[in-house]
């Protein structure tokens, strides 16, 4: 009943709300990012998140630190919020978390895939892995030689099985074709999730769809931009995008045709909230268009918390840490390598 | 008033310890020495003047990151010595170590434990194998024997080839061996398996992958397997499975080991020959001895190496920890322009200057240096901290104080009230001495076990409830005298101060419930007496006591609080608060109820039949009225009028009067000044810049007035409702007496009317239970919340500002608290 969760949500959802708002408390600041900015070295950007709510979980790290330890252990914290939440949600919100990791789950197949493709070390891809998208039988994925071995071998058994349905061909894996899996698989998700979203209704429909949509916008753009100047045709292109979000359908139309990157622009200008993104760029301009979308995915995500009553928040707190932690493995990655002055590029701040 | 209240003694809990504001000037030499033996003494509390850096821009950054290290060193140990379960022998200690030195043996050792831990582990993973390949043996053979006479002899070969190298140990795949067969020897039978061992919990999904992958075209067999294994990784012992699983074909083959690659799944070659097991199966076993004795040996020699540091552990780590705490302070202070002395400031108080003085000459002396510390007071803008000593009696009761709001620098302590008040009131809604003395064997208890008790670490209940141990044994102590009083022993009445005063009409006694007793002697001497008990005149009576105290404690102790604000008003210099504030509430409030309490006492003394609802009533609807009968004394209309229109001007009298004169009093200050202000020369404003800041503050009166209408609102309801609210003392004193009647009367009573020893033991059982969980837990712990509450809001909001933040003084004492 939309507008009248404030009556029941509590009895279930109230809780891990409470809880997730703390987390949402406890998410680095514009001064902790300032302050990180000015580190000289590893153990200094270790001393200063001993402050934090990552500071438990590196104390323990023996002093010469890599980029990769502290991106471990700050990602270890995330999926440790991540299962006590999950442990002490109920239906339907457990499913609603559960959806969240199916992004993961998918990164993680094709990367164990491409991996395999390239003979690299199945434990060394398992390493590389988010834990966040892990299931029992991932590392099996070596095995399989093409799409349909894969399906019928291992991710019959995944949540990702409904996804396959559109993509089982039994031509062999190769790097384009698995570059298509991916985006169909994700296609595929990002359908069902709204469509879970929609299903719940109320406040975290809205909220969940705005994100979902601009999540798929984003994918929509970057596939188009991806593969302009690649042997994929229009058609199969028209066919990654998501089938919702403000670009469906025309938008869709317009970017299946796009050649080159102002193109892409000048269909984006049509969509009012996305003229902010492109009124910082210049012309001709893409690097920064990640950054542009990252910060513009941030706020949005911000936003969700300034309502109640609704699963939403449960989903921006999720990205939003992983931007946090793409940021310190930026930060990390700037002070480690000597580069301070390019530090402020890819830092998106969170408040 | 003044000269009388001068002269008491001084009482240091009623005002906290005065304080002033220091700056030290440390020479760079003695610095760490001097920081150190103030933190033995911990009575300084320092201002962080880099408030603004961030933690790594201060001066000793890498001190603090060293000591970091080594705590995280120190953790390591002592958790490998935790997972040997070694007990540190605390050994006796030379005390004056250096931290370097610490720092290189702790590194030595660190180093030591983990590569014989690596050493260890390397061990293990190989005896891992061997045990894994003993168990699969003995039970790959049961499935074996139906394929026996099957015998495929590149097998046979090859195996013989396998174990001829010999270095068993350094192989870490066995089957890899196996996977080399001859191209020309394709097996007969077509048929061909491979054994292993798999974690128990994978066994379905696996089973299931290798069922898709070979599309049916297997047989899988299993067995658990006896023995738990140890996974190297978490120590943890791991149930295992072990398999075989028949197939045909190269391409399955490739797909089966693949599958068992990627579940973890350790694959090992068992013979189809039974003699060749047999002969397998007693050279692994050999190994496996020979393994074992070296793991032995050593997890001891680790093991030694651990019990040699583990006596240290517990005195290093406490060292690291005040070496960091040391830095941390350091970094508190700042570097002078020359970079030779660090500048800290601080609060303490007043009397521990001249120690605090020792101990920086201490300090400097022994450092050798050449400057002494420079110590001396400063002004100060902010207000000091509160500061109170205590000792393990007074603390808890401090602690209830502050858990309100810690109070205003030398603000009158209502803890000096609290140590005795609040246990009396408690014991007035806990009045039962059979009650009591159960409550007073727990207090004794923590009390015997205090030097025992204090140094472990207890649940965060238990040391709550062994905190409060003395204000569990004045509450006891007072529950059994209030029991007294009510002459009530888990509800039963006893005769102890001789016998009853009242007899029955007739011997039978059946119309005690419904006419009452008769009086025969002198009354009963002390407390209710006994005979009451479950007769007519019972409850009229205990309620009609029990809510006249209830309201002659609350006038009693809401005067002292009204009182007390005297006092603080007297000590701050504040006439304005006793004239126009003090002394109207004081006379609104005993104009009415001071008035109640007075007839209170008189209907007690004199035994009047006097209505008194009736006449505190009337003397608001009616007061020129005729009292008739319920006249008490003579003079008493008079009286009243006098009283009622005492507090009627009252009102008024704390409303009006002090926002005027606040306002008056600030124009004349500013009088002419608008002009002056810029007369005042730089000198000036640099001289008093706090003061000058301070007197320009904004004076808003609408503000002030509000203020003071709410204040004089809530004071004339509050007295009212105030008196009201001290009515829980006489409903939770019937409502614990009553409960315990029914426990008493209902279970225990009620069971041992049946001649059935069962029966009986039952109902002791339930009333034993019902005494301790109800009675003694929740209702000490209702008691006790409503007695706080009468302290904090009835008691309290009378003269308590509250405000005031804590001392915390830099002390090495509290630092093992906030670790762990």
Same mark, same amino acid.
């Given at each position: 009943m939309y507008g009248f969760e404030a009556l029941t949500f509590n009895i279930h959802g109230g809780y891990l709300e409470a809880i997730v708002r703390g987390h949402r408390a406890g998410l680095l600041t514009t001064s902790d990012y300032n302050n990180l900015c000015q580190c000289e070295t590893l153990d200094d950007i270790k001393m200063h998140l001993s402050a934090t709510e990552y500071g438990p979980y590196l104390q323990n790290e023996p002093s010469p630190l890599h980029t990769t330890t502290i991106v471990e252990k700050c990602t270890l914290k995330l999926v440790d919020d991540y299962k006590h939440m999950l442990c002490q949600a109920t239906e339907p919100l457990s499913t609603f978390l559960e959806y969240i990791t199916y992004g993961h789950m998918i990164d993680n197949v094709v990367l164990i895939v491409t991996g395999t493709l390239h003979e690299r070390d199945v434990q060394e891809l398992l390493e590389k892995c988010h834990p966040l998208g892990m299931f029992d039988s991932i590392a099996t994925l070596a095995v399989a030689q093409n799409m349909r071995e894969l399906y019928r071998l291992v991710l019959v058994d995944t949540p990702l099985a409904p996804y396959f349905s559109e993509c089982i061909t039994s031509e062999d894996l190769d790097d384009m074709n698995i570059e298509i899996m991916r985006n169909t698989l994700y296609k595929a998700y990002l359908e069902d999730f709204y469509r879970f979203c929609q299903k719940l209704g109320g406040a975290t429909a809205e909220i969940m769809s705005d994100l979902l949509a601009f999540e798929a916008d984003r994918r929509a753009v970057n596939i188009t931009i991806n593969s302009i100047g690649t042997e994929l045709t229009r058609d199969d292109r028209r066919k990654l995008y998501s089938n919702f979000g403000l670009f469906y359908p025309y938008g869709h139309e317009e970017l299946a045709v796009c050649e080159d990157i102002d193109q892409v622009r000048a269909v984006m200008e049509k969509y009012p909230p996305y003229q902010s993104i492109f009124a910082k760029l210049s012309y001709g301009e893409s690097q920064m268009l990640d950054k542009a979308f990252y910060e513009e995915e941030v706020k949005r995500h911000c936003l969700a918390f300034e309502q109640q009553f609704h699963y939403a928040v449960f989903f921006a707190y999720m990205r939003l840490r992983e931007q946090e932690i793409r940021n310190l493995m930026w930060i990390s990655e700037c002070v480690a390598q000597n580069q301070k002055s390019r530090v402020h590029d890819s830092v998106v701040f969170i408040f | 008033m003044d000269h009388f209240t001068d002269k008491f003694p001084p009482m240091d809990l009623m005002r906290s310890e005065k304080m002033t504001f220091v700056q030290l000037i440390i020479p760079a030499e003695s610095a760490h020495r001097a920081i150190t033996y103030l933190g033995q003494l911990g009575l300084l509390q320092f201002r962080d003047l880099n408030a603004e850096k961030s933690p790594f821009q201060r001066t000793f950054v890498n001190q603090v990151k060293r000591c970091a290290e080594m705590s995280r060193k120190l953790r390591f140990l002592m958790d490998q010595t935790n997972k040997a379960g070694i007990k540190s022998s605390c050994s006796v200690l030379k005390s004056d170590i250096y931290l370097e030195d610490i720092e290189t043996q702790l590194a030595e050792h660190e180093h030591e434990i983990i590569e014989m831990n690596s050493n260890s582990e390397k061990l293990q993973q190989a005896y891992n194998e061997l045990l894994e390949f003993k168990i699969v043996l003995q039970k790959a053979c049961s499935f074996l024997v139906s394929n026996h006479g099957h015998a495929v002899a590149e097998e046979r070969e090859l195996e013989e080839n396998v174990y001829s190298n010999g270095d068993f140990v350094e192989t870490p795949f066995l089957f890899e061996q196996e996977t080399l067969p001859g191209p020309s020897k394709s097996n007969q039978s077509g048929l061909r398996f491979i054994s292993g061992i798999i974690c128990k919990s994978k066994v379905l999904s696996f089973e299931r992958i290798l069922f898709r992958a070979t599309r049916g075209n297997m047989l899988f067999n299993q067995a658990p397997a006896d023995e738990q294994i140890m996974d190297p990784i978490s120590t943890e012992m791991v149930e295992k499975t072990v398999f075989v699983v028949f197939f045909s074909g190269e391409q399955a083959r490739t797909k089966i080991l693949k599958i068992c690659e990627a579940f973890g799944a350790n694959c090992y070659p068992v013979p189809e020959d039974i003699t060749k097991q047999r002969q397998i199966t007693r050279e692994v076993s050999s190994r496996l001895t020979d393994l074992e004795a070296t793991l032995d040996a050593g997890i001891r020699h680790r093991n030694k190496a651990l019990s040699s540091v583990g006596g240290h552990l517990a005195k290093w780590m406490d060292m690291v920890r005040r070496e960091k705490a040391v830095y941390d302070t350091l970094n508190m202070l700042n570097f002078d322009v020359t970079k030779k002395c660090l500048v800290g400031e601080g609060w303490c &108080? #007043?009397?521990?200057?001249?120690? $605090?003085?020792?101990? #920086?000459?201490?300090?400097?002396?022994?450092?050798?240096?050449?400057?002494?510390? $420079?110590? %001396?007071?400063?002004?100060?803008?902010?207000? &000091?901290?509160?500061?109170?000593?205590?000792?393990?009696?007074t603390n808890p009761y401090q602690e209830i104080v502050d858990a309100y709001g810690v109070a205003r620098y030398q603000e009158v302590n209502p803890a000096v009230y609290t140590t005795i008040i609040f246990p009396f009131l408690f014991a007035v809604m806990f009045g039962d001495w059979g009650h009591g003395i159960c409550l007073l064997l727990g207090a004794l208890v923590l009390i015997a076990h205090e030097s025992k008790l204090s140094n472990q670490r207890l649940g965060s209940f238990m040391e709550m409830l062994f905190g409060g141990r003395y204000v569990i044994l004045l509450m006891s102590l007072f529950s059994m005298y209030c029991g007294l009083i009510y002459n009530e022993f888990f509800s039963v009445p006893f005769h102890i101060f001789g016998a009853s005063a009242y007899k029955c009409r007739d011997i039978s006694c059946r119309d005690a419930h419904t006419t009452g007793l008769v009086k025969y002697r002198e009354p009963y001497p002390f407390g209710v007496d006994p005979s009451w008990r479950g007769s007519r005149s019972e409850l009229p009576f205990l309620n009609s006591l029990k809510m006249k105290m209830s309201i002659l404690f609350g006038v009693v102790h809401m005067n002292l609080g009204i009182m007390l604000s005297y006092f603080n008003a007297r000590f701050f210099g504040s006439s304005l608060d006793i004239r126009y504030q003090f002394v109207p509430q004081m006379i609104f409030l005993n104009s009415l109820f001071g008035y109640l309490s007075l007839l209170i006492v008189l209907k007690w003394c004199t035994g009047s039949q006097a209505d008194l609802y %009736?006449?505190?009533?009337?003397?608001?609807?009616? &007061?020129?009225?005729?009292?008739?009968?319920?006249?008490?004394?003579?003079?008493?209309? &008079? #009286?009243?009028?006098?009283?009622?229109?005492?507090?009627? $001007?009252?009102?008024?009298?704390? #409303?009006?009067?002090?926002?005027f004169i606040l306002k008056k009093l600030h124009n004349e200050r500013f009088q002419g000044r608008t002009y002056g202000m810029l007369n005042t020369s730089e000198a000036d404003l640099e001289v008093e810049p706090d003061s000058a800041r301070q007197h320009r503050e904004e004076f808003n009166f609408s503000e002030v007035f509000v203020h003071q209408m709410i204040h004089s609102i809530e004071f004339v309801l509050g007295s009212v409702s105030n008196t009201a609210s001290y009515l829980r003392l006489w409903a939770l004193s019937l409502a614990h007496s009553e409960l315990s009647t029914v426990f008493y009367e209902k279970v225990l009573l009620l069971a041992w009317g049946y001649d059935n020893l069962i029966i009986r033991l039952v109902g002791l059982v339930v009333f034993a239970f019902a005494t301790a969980f109800i009675l003694l837990m929740m209702e000490t712990l209702s008691a006790f919340l409503h007695a706080l509450r009468l302290h904090w809001v009835e008691f309290q909001n009378k003269f308590y500002h509250g405000d005031g933040y804590k001392f915390r003084p830099f002390s090495f004492a509290t630092l093992t608290e906030d670790e762990n």
């Open positions: - | &108080p #007043l009397i521990a200057k001249t120690q $605090i003085q020792e101990v #920086l000459q201490r300090a400097t002396f022994d450092s050798n240096s050449q400057v002494g510390v $420079i110590f %001396h007071s400063m002004d100060a803008l902010e207000s &000091p901290p509160t500061y109170f000593r205590t000792n393990s009696f %009736h006449i505190m009533i009337y003397m608001f609807l009616s &007061p020129f009225d005729n009292l008739g009968e319920n006249e008490l004394f003579w003079g008493q209309r &008079p #009286l009243q009028v006098l009283l009622l229109l005492l507090a009627v $001007i009252a009102v008024p009298w704390m #409303l009006f009067p002090k926002p």
